[in-house]
């Protein structure tokens, strides 16, 4: 079975700190994602990454950053945490290259920001 | 640009009960959908896709699709509700072949006794 770990379940931080996310896939796939998921906006992108070293801007990346050091692992980096960056995010991971290509999630990261 | 749109934000059917779950999507070719269900405090789990072929597309957990094109629609269906099967739903529609997904806004089943 694939399986895409998050680092925490919840995490509680406050306006200014500096917060990393934490995404490993055990599936040595070269695609993965990060979402926010949002009541009433669904899923957003965030950012993208085909390969290692290498990212990609989704639909929604101002706030963020990513990296991609290893194939397996994908961090989501807020620089400067924010009250209306308090979301649940996702990670994802694909099978390959290609949209028809199944993506796997996590269980998802709930935070919250004081 | 492409688009998805889930026209119910809640729906409430009875255990036993059928289930059609809306979704249209606004893309030029032929598109990339899919249908995935997130149960309370999962990840979302694939439940089918359709790319090509047969318009009627079989899923996992008793669930089907059907494509079709002039009417821009993939609707969901099962035959008879299940209480687990309470979750959220979402469509998505993938952004040309080697793009990322575009989700929408999803459907929130609740299944009453």
């Known amino acids: 079975d694939v399986k895409v770990t998050q680092s925490s379940r919840y995490l509680v931080k406050r306006t200014g700190e500096k917060v990393f996310l934490e995404c490993v896939q055990d599936?040595?796939?070269?695609?993965m994602f990060w979402y926010r998921q949002d009541p009433g906006l669904g899923l957003r992108l965030i950012y993208f990454?085909?390969?290692?070293?290498?990212?990609e801007k989704g639909d929604i990346p101002e706030g963020y950053s990513v990296s991609r050091e290893k194939k397996e692992r994908f961090s989501l980096i807020l620089e400067s945490a924010s009250t209306n960056q308090t979301s649940m995010y996702l990670c994802?991971?694909?099978?390959?290259?290609?949209?028809?290509?199944?993506?796997?999630f996590g269980p998802g990261t709930r935070l919250t920001v004081l | 640009a492409q688009s998805v749109t889930q026209p119910d934000i809640h729906i409430t059917v009875s255990e036993g009960a059928s289930l059609e779950l809306r979704c249209n999507y606004s893309y030029g070719a032929t598109p990339y959908l899919f249908w995935y269900v997130q149960s309370p405090g999962q990840g979302l789990q694939l439940l089918l896709k359709?790319?090509?072929?047969?318009?009627l597309v079989q899923g996992i957990k008793g669930f089907e699709a059907e494509f079709k094109r002039s009417q821009s629609s993939f609707n969901l269906r099962k035959p008879s509700v299940h209480w687990s099967d309470a979750a959220e739903y979402f469509c998505a529609v993938g952004r040309g072949s080697q793009g990322n997904l575009i989700f929408g806004k999803g459907t929130k089943l609740s299944v009453k006794p």
């Open positions: 599936m040595d796939h070269e695609n």
């Open positions: 994802a991971s694909r099978t390959g290259q290609f949209s028809t290509d199944t993506q796997y």
């Open positions: 359709y790319f090509s072929g047969d318009t």
């Open positions: 990454s085909y390969d290692v070293k290498m990212k």
